[in-house]
């Protein structure tokens, strides 16, 4: 698994993750989506 | 030729000759997409409509997450992937992401279709690609520092191709059930709205350096999962099993245009990461062109059309032609190119991926280090893919219809000539990085 400069691991990662708005748009996107076919059927 | 990418040599920056040829390669990569996106249609036109629509997507998608196991298996064999994701672990979380989108898109585009027909899903859809160029744009410096000639390029080729697939829905929808709704517009928009953001797993993934086989892997699995959901949520299991038993006789043909699906998305993703979202989507999405070509000349729509409506097929054709033109000329600069390595830089130090990965991949170079060693789970995938595709297509039903076979046949081959010079070309000049 690779390592970041001070060695951080998973849980580092997944702080990064919910830190990177490149997570969130597509993420909210994804929800309204789902709220979206709900309102459909 | 494959060249191995050591720690040392990936710290010199890319020549212009390799940047031409790999902009050379995703500019082709986006055409096949096209060809291949566009010709996954076919053999869904075989089967009986009374089938429902999530049923439908739900087969393809079977058929799409075998496909997608077994294709990078007898590619590069599945320790690549596992190489790949030991390097940049965080991608998987993307890749399931986007996996997720698209089952929720395709859903919102059958929901389109049914309630305002192909004439206003299809055009709303395929701006999909101009919400990729701002995603490319804002997120992945994407056509910066590009010059106006590249802008006017893609935005003004994007924007031709837009009104093309406007008109060639038009075209297609003169023989189809007329639509009402407003809820059709939001659905079809909505649908736009999440392929178009689903391209930003897409970037972020080839920017840091993993290889788009291993990217489907993971994809597939949000895809799988959130499809069963939507199916079960919707049908009910009882009623989707007999629903499923019922049309087992066409599940081979549906499975089917889910492996055509899946290596025109293939080529679609080395479009993305070698030419960029901007470029590579809009490219790929001259599907509807092909689309359309099977449907006039194998399945016989449009026979007995007015003069208004061949006046549309040719001026779309026109038009999305002229488009991807327009995109395809214009290729990124040594200038832009140096802005994608600066946000490929800045995803590699935020989650710690090694300097020389990010580059190779970028490259399309082999890392020092990758793995391509095929090992007995590799055998034991493509067997039983093969093995489902082969029962299936012994229980299926050739459907009564008049096709025009010498068309189909000319149709394939004409896949099968740009999927292996493609291919080859692929191979030669990145090893399918």
Redesign the interface.
């Known amino acids: ?5 001070t060695g ?1 691991e ?1 849980a580092s ?1 997944f702080r ?2 919910a830190t ?4 969130w ?3 909210l ?2 929800v ?3 709220v ?2 709900h ?3 | 030729m494959n060249t191995v990418a050591t720690g040392a040599t990936v710290e010199s920056p890319m020549s212009a000759g390799r940047l031409r040829k790999l902009q050379t390669l995703g500019i082709f990569c986006g055409v096949v997409a096209g060809a291949w996106l566009g010709g996954a249609e076919a053999p869904i036109k075989m089967v009986n409509p009374d089938v429902s629509p999530i049923t439908v997507s739900l087969i393809m998608v079977f058929g799409v997450f075998l496909a997608r196991w077994s294709v990078p298996a007898l590619v590069r064999g599945t320790s690549s992937v596992r190489y790949d994701v ?5 991608l998987v ?2 890749a399931v ?2 996996g ?2 698209w089952a ?2 395709n ?2 585009t059958i ?1 389109a279709i049914r309630k305002v027909g192909l004439s206003i899903a299809f055009p709303l859809w395929n701006a999909n690609s101009l919400l990729g160029i701002f ?1 490319g744009f804002l ?1 992945f410096n994407e056509l910066h520092h590009a010059g106006w000639k590249r802008w006017v390029g893609v935005l003004g080729g994007a924007a031709a191709m837009f009104a093309g697939a406007t008109l060639l829905a038009f075209a297609s929808s003169s023989q189809a059930p007329p639509g009402k709704g407003m ?1 059709g517009v ?2 079809a928009l ?1 649908a736009g ?2 392929w178009g ?2 391209y ?2 897409y970037r ?1 993934a080839y920017l840091t350096g993993m290889n788009p086989l291993s990217f489907l892997t993971f994809f597939t699995v949000g895809e799988l999962v959130t499809m069963i959901a ?1 199916a079960v949520g ?1 049908k009910g299991g009882t009623a989707l099993w007999q629903e499923l038993m019922s049309a087992r006789s066409m599940l081979f043909w549906l499975m089917l245009g889910g492996f055509v699906w899946v290596i025109g998305d293939l080529f679609q993703q080395y479009a993305a990461k070698y030419v960029g979202i901007s470029r590579g989507i809009p490219l790929s999405n001259t599907n509807q062109l092909w689309g359309l070509l099977w449907g006039i000349l194998v399945f016989h729509e449009l026979q007995g059309g007015n003069r208004t409506v061949y006046s549309q097929v040719i001026g779309g054709s026109v038009l999305m032609g002229l488009g991807a033109l327009a995109i395809a000329l214009s290729s990124a600069s040594e200038r832009e190119h140096s802005s994608w390595r600066d946000a490929a830089q800045r995803e590699g130090q ?5 300097d020389g ?1 990010v580059r190779a991949g970028m490259e399309g170079r082999e890392f020092e280090r990758g793995g391509k060693r095929r090992t007995l789970i590799d055998g034991i995938l493509i067997a039983a893919s093969t093995a489902v595709f082969i029962v299936l297509a012994a229980v299926a039903r050739v459907p009564r219809m008049d096709m025009h076979l010498t068309w189909a046949a000319a149709l394939a081959a004409a896949m099968l000539v740009l999927l292996v010079s493609c291919g080859i070309t692929l191979w030669r000049t990145t090893g399918f990085r």
């Open positions: 698994m690779a390592k970041d400069e951080r998973s990662r990064i993750i990177d708005i490149h997570f748009i597509p993420l996107v994804f309204a989506g789902l979206l076919l309102e459909l059927r | 030991s390097q940049a672990p965080h979380v993307w992401l986007a997720c989108m929720a898109a859903t919102l929901h995603w997120l809820l939001i659905a909505g709205v999440l953001t689903m930003i797993p972020k939507l919707y935020r989650y710690g991926v090694e990965y």
